[in-house]
T-cell receptor
Framework: EPEVTQTPSHQVTQMGQEVILRCVPI?????FYWYRQILGQKVEFLVS????????KSEIFDDQFSVERPDGSNFTLKIRSTKLEDSAMYFC???????????FGPGTRLTVT | QQPVQSPQAVILREGEDAVINCSSS?????VHWYRQKHGEAPVFLMI?????EQKGHEKISASFNEKKQQSSLYLTASQLSYSGTYFC???????????FGGGTRVLVKP
């Protein structure tokens, strides 16, 4: 069964460093999302992406964040200068054309020290 | 505004039933239910579109009351594998971002 994959599974970085989280959505999906979940809290929407542009973003997704689809398979989330409060599990999700459900990847645990 | 889930936690014996509610103060297009086990990604269970449709996934079913803007998830004859945190995610239009509730922790004991 096709699934969303994410790398790395765990990333530790120092405050102020840049990180890039990678996702490979399900192959025929066209809609992509990033969510994050701070430990013990609910899942929060960050950004949605379609047709090579951002379709919606939350107030969390400020100028420090960016997304890109550098090739036909990867979808990346970049945090330019990480802060302690960026520590969270980051989930990528994808959705197919004409479908409603979003499928989540296994997540990347980001720890900012 | 995020949907409100209740109860926050429930403990069941294997074979017992439970209901989890998800309420919104705003008009919804759809309600998505996910189950998340500790340290894992949320797993999609089912989606309810406005229209009051009821869905099922094994012995887990859900309904959507459009008038009340409320969805209920029914765990019937619960199994140990049903343990986890159940989140409802809502959106106001097809494909839009999901806004998740605070979650309901379910523990099924033998």
């Amino acid at each position: 069964e096709p699934e969303v994959t994410q790398t790395p599974s765990h990333q530790v970085t120092q405050m102020g460093q840049e990180v890039i989280l990678r996702c490979v959505p399900i192959s025929n999906h066209l809609y992509f999302y990033w969510y994050r979940q701070i430990l013990g809290q609910k899942v929060e929407f960050l950004v949605s992406f379609y047709n090579n542009e951002i379709s919606e973003k939350s107030e969390i997704f400020d100028d420090q964040f960016s997304v890109e689809r550098p090739d036909g398979s990867n979808f990346t989330l970049k945090i330019r200068s990480t802060k302690l409060e960026d520590s969270a599990m980051y989930f990528c999700a994808s959705r197919g054309e004409g479908a409603y459900e979003q499928y989540f990847g296994p997540g990347t645990r980001l720890t900012v020290t | 505004q995020q949907p409100v889930q209740s109860p926050q936690a429930v403990i069941l014996r294997e074979g017992e039933d439970a209901v989890i509610n998800c309420s919104s103060s705003k008009a919804l297009y759809s309600v998505h239910w996910y189950r998340q086990k500790h340290g894992e990604a949320p797993v999609f269970l089912m989606i309810l579109l406005k229209g009051g449709e009821q869905k099922g996934h094994e012995k887990i079913s859900a309904s959507f009351n459009e008038k009340k803007q409320q969805s209920s998830l029914y765990l019937t004859a619960s199994q140990l594998s049903y343990s986890g945190t159940y989140f409802c995610g809502t959106n106001k239009a097809a494909g839009n971002k999901l806004t998740f509730g605070g979650g309901t922790r379910v523990l099924v004991k033998p």
